[in-house]
């Protein structure tokens, strides 16, 4: 079983640090877990944030958007999860590009942390960007600092750094004629695009870490299927991090809300039962 050992949360994203040796030993910069909350569960990939090995546990941070995040969400301290399975995916490509850009946005703010850290120990100068709607909602910015050469901020309603979001930010600075070699997003699919969007007239190399729906993690079901370059990619053994310049990312929203109506039921039943109950 995978102890739930500490447990956080900012608005609707919740950490969660789990005992998981096995894991925490293999594990590098952009793999992911699956993990399930209780055997009828969904399985959830999600990228995990940071790890150490010394105490075998793993860190995530899950946002709450369905019943099975919810389940997560309403765990605590001395629970133990169903399943951890992992690490999966491919390590993140690290090596001296240069100048790295790197932009998360929600959950993604966690989830960028050790891309961030793995470019700076490889001698890249680091500028993490970093969106939220209000800057109540950021976390993790310790972390970030301590690996980053600089971090920016974007809110929604201009309550910290910039008013907008991570794309604007990075269109400042292309436009002011700061040099970036490589860029790496992790957040919303909508932020992916839009990030993916503002590198495209620089040819800036842009990796995106795609979270479509998922199953077994891997290979074997075809869920987690798209398009990228106009061939059929999955995203659990061929990603999680693909050229942001060539995702059909018109086909990738249609696959990831065709059960949204769904899961807005489903999860808002669910949560007004928890807090009646």
Not at 175 to 198: H, P, W, Y
Not at 245 to 257: A, G, I, M, T, Y
Request: with cysteine; proline share 3%.
């Amino acid at each position: 079983m995978y102890e739930l050992v500490e447990k956080g949360e900012v608005f609707n994203v919740h950490e969660m640090v789990i005992k998981a040796p096995e894991i925490a030993h293999s594990i590098k910069a952009g793999q992911f877990v699956i993990v399930m909350g209780s055997e009828y569960s969904e399985r959830i990939p999600i990228t995990v944030s940071d790890w150490s090995a010394d105490t075998g546990t793993i860190t995530i941070y899950v946002l709450e958007v369905g019943i099975s995040t919810l389940e997560l969400a309403w765990m605590r301290v001395g629970d133990s999860l169903y399943a951890v399975t992992g690490p999966l995916g491919n390590p993140s490509e690290i090596k001296n590009f240069g100048t790295v850009v790197l932009g998360g946005g929600c959950y993604g703010i966690g989830a960028i942390y050790p891309i961030a850290k793995a470019c700076k120990e490889a001698g890249n100068k680091v500028i993490t960007v970093i969106e939220a709607r209000y800057s109540s909602m950021f976390y993790h910015e310790k972390e970030l600092h301590a690996v980053s050469d600089q971090v920016l901020y974007a809110t929604s309603d201009g309550s910290r750094g910039k008013k907008g979001k991570v794309e604007d930010i990075i269109t400042e600075m292309l436009e002011n004629g700061v040099k970036i070699d490589q860029a790496f997003f992790i957040g919303c699919t909508q932020m992916l695009e839009r990030c993916s969007e503002a590198t495209r007239p620089y040819a800036i190399p842009t990796k995106v870490a795609l979270n479509s729906i998922m199953l077994d993690g891997t290979g074997m079901c075809g869920a987690c299927r798209m398009s990228v370059g106009g061939e059929t990619k999955f995203a659990c053994v061929d990603g999680p991090e693909f050229d942001g310049h060539k995702v059909d990312w018109k086909e990738l929203n249609q696959r990831k809300s065709a059960y949204t109506e769904q899961e807005t039921v489903v999860y808002q039943f669910y949560s007004n039962k928890q807090r009646t109950s």
